[in-house]
């Protein structure tokens, strides 16, 4: 090999060396490029830690109790309810008026497998509320009194109740408020105390809705928030094949109201105006008003002689569209809004008559 031919190899060989370490200089660069940009873009962590509502439900736990109604000394129903107050030798029970409707006598039973028997001392059908008085000396737990007005949606609740069968005594269910202010169509116990019925036994019940799971048997049990204050009972749930945890209790606020009037007086006194009332369809079928009627009210089918109706002026065929400041699209409405006022109140009535809006004033009587 002459010595031209050995620098030109040599020459060569260096061009190559030379190539490899830049590009190994520029696959470090970019890694180093990499690394950067993929420290910027890492993100935050956050760390979750639920350690469960265990304080909350004891705090309400053995306040909890089942409601048994008994015929011939055998258990023929039985709901779930709540010790709300000690009151010297006697507590009170609450639970649900559909649990109570028709018996006088109720066996509770304390989570410590402790029966007493106690006397329903009242209840009202309209908010589904009953009181229990029983002996104090078997209490073990008063439960605390929220308030559902201060709850938020998305907050988390839960329930104690014995549903299905008495293998599951006293069980938890866990979820958040789904809704507030549901206006629900409620029919009696006679036509099976549920949803949606288009009967005149029907009406309007404020209620909390949500996802924890309700079945038969928690009918009248507490549901509390998550500091284990009762701000509600629970009372029904929305069933079908299709429907999942859509379950409903009444708010604290009006189960208190009707308690309060059961233990002072002994019964829930409503208002009572004296006039059949229809919606306007079934108004229009009846002949009651034309069928040409278009206005949204609820229709007076009938009034009797002498009711606080009457006296306010109010006739047959006259459609009430506004009841106070609140509109009564149906007859249902109207009951509802009549309910929220007491006997002696004064709420002045919109109505339509021959096609012209009137305004009256009717003073609350109660039924004679």
Excluded: C
């Amino acid at each position: 090999m002459n010595k031209n031919k050995t620098i030109i190899i040599f020459l060569i060989l260096g061009l190559i060396i030379a190539g490899l370490i830049g590009y190994d200089v520029y696959l470090n660069a970019h890694r180093k490029l990499i690394q950067t940009t993929n420290i910027t873009k890492t993100e935050k962590e956050v760390t979750i830690t639920d350690q469960g509502i265990a304080e909350s439900v004891n705090k309400l736990y053995d306040a909890t109790v089942i409601v048994e109604l008994q015929e011939k000394e055998q258990v023929v129903g039985w709901g779930s309810g709540f010790v709300y107050k000690v009151d010297g030798d006697v507590a009170y029970v609450i639970t649900n008026y559909h649990v109570t409707e028709g018996y006088d006598k109720a066996l509770i039973e304390f989570t410590n497998g402790e029966t007493v028997e106690g006397t329903v001392v009242g209840g009202d059908e309209y908010t589904d509320v009953s009181v229990v008085k029983i002996p104090s000396n078997k209490v073990i737990q008063t439960a605390n009194i929220g308030k559902s007005a201060d709850t938020k949606l998305g907050d988390t609740v839960f329930a104690i109740g014995t549903p299905v069968s008495m293998n599951f005594k006293f069980s938890v269910t866990r979820g958040i408020l789904s809704g507030k202010d549901r206006l629900m169509s409620m029919s009696s116990k006679n036509s099976g105390y549920s949803f949606n019925t288009a009967s005149s036994e029907s009406w309007y019940i404020n209620l909390l809705q949500i996802d924890a799971s309700i079945n038969s048997g928690n009918s009248g049990g507490p549901l509390a928030n998550s500091n284990g204050e009762v701000i509600g009972i629970t009372n029904s749930k929305l069933s079908s094949s299709s429907i999942e945890n859509i379950g409903f209790a009444i708010p604290i606020e009006d189960v208190l109201n009707i308690v309060e009037q059961v233990l002072t007086n002994g019964k829930v006194e409503r208002p009572f105006l004296g006039a059949s009332l229809a919606n306007v369809d079934a108004a229009i079928y009846q002949g009651i008003i034309p069928e040409d009627t278009d206005v949204e009210g609820t229709v007076v089918a009938s009034v009797q002689d002498g009711s606080a109706i009457a006296k306010a002026g109010i006739k047959a065929g006259d459609i009430i569209t506004k009841f106070g400041d609140y509109k009564t699209s149906n007859y249902m409405y109207l009951k509802y809004y009549l309910y929220r006022y007491k006997v002696g109140d004064k709420v002045t009535i919109t109505y339509i008559r021959d096609g012209k809006e009137h305004t009256t004033e009717v003073t609350l009587e109660k039924k004679s």
